[in-house]
């Protein structure tokens, strides 16, 4: 359903589907759906600038990396997950779909752990996720 322009003392404000408020994006459905994907690439964004700065000989060490992964990207990448990471999980549509958003975000947020455990222990991309964290010493 469309939403009428508000006209207050002649200035018309049209009305918009989200707006960014206190660094998190709410959407008119509280689905911060929006804000998941927007958190998800700027997670990605600072894991590859982080990245950037490992090099196989004079880049930065392991030990420093995993500071930087746990001091920067994921305070950034989380910033006010506890209101908006419970609103990705489906409502009412029974025990099947049940939490389905909250899931798809969490496989999507392990890739970019990936990226960094793998960046923390120079291990090779084929090497097990499970082992990356293990020897990265992060929390799964």
């Known amino acids: 359903v469309p939403r009428p322009p508000i006209s207050?003392?002649?200035h018309i404000i049209q009305p918009s589907r989200s707006h960014?408020?206190?660094g998190v994006i709410v959407d008119d459905e509280?689905?911060?759906k929006?804000?998941?994907?927007?958190?998800?690439?700027k997670g990605t964004r600072y894991t590859?600038?982080?990245?950037?700065?490992?090099r196989a000989m004079k880049g930065v060490h392991g030990r420093l990396l995993k500071k930087l992964y746990e001091g920067v990207v994921i305070p950034k990448m989380l910033y006010a997950a506890d209101i908006w990471c419970s609103g990705l999980v489906a409502k009412?549509?029974?025990?099947?779909?049940?939490?389905?958003?909250?899931?798809?975000f969490a496989s999507k947020m392990a890739r970019v752990q990936r990226?960094?455990?793998t960046m923390i222990t120079g291990?090779?991309?084929?090497?097990?996720?499970?082992?990356?964290?293990a020897h990265a010493d992060i929390l799964p």
């Open 92 to 104: 009412g549509r029974g025990r099947k779909n049940a939490g389905r958003g909250a899931r798809g």
């Open 20 to 22: 960014k408020f206190l």
């Open 8 to 10: 207050i003392r002649n």
């Open 34 to 41: 929006e804000h998941a994907t927007y958190a998800l690439a």
């Open 48 to 54: 590859m600038a982080c990245q950037r700065m490992t």
């Open 123 to 133: 291990g090779m991309r084929t090497s097990a996720t499970d082992l990356l964290d």
């Open 30 to 32: 509280l689905t911060f």
């Open 115 to 117: 990226m960094a455990t």
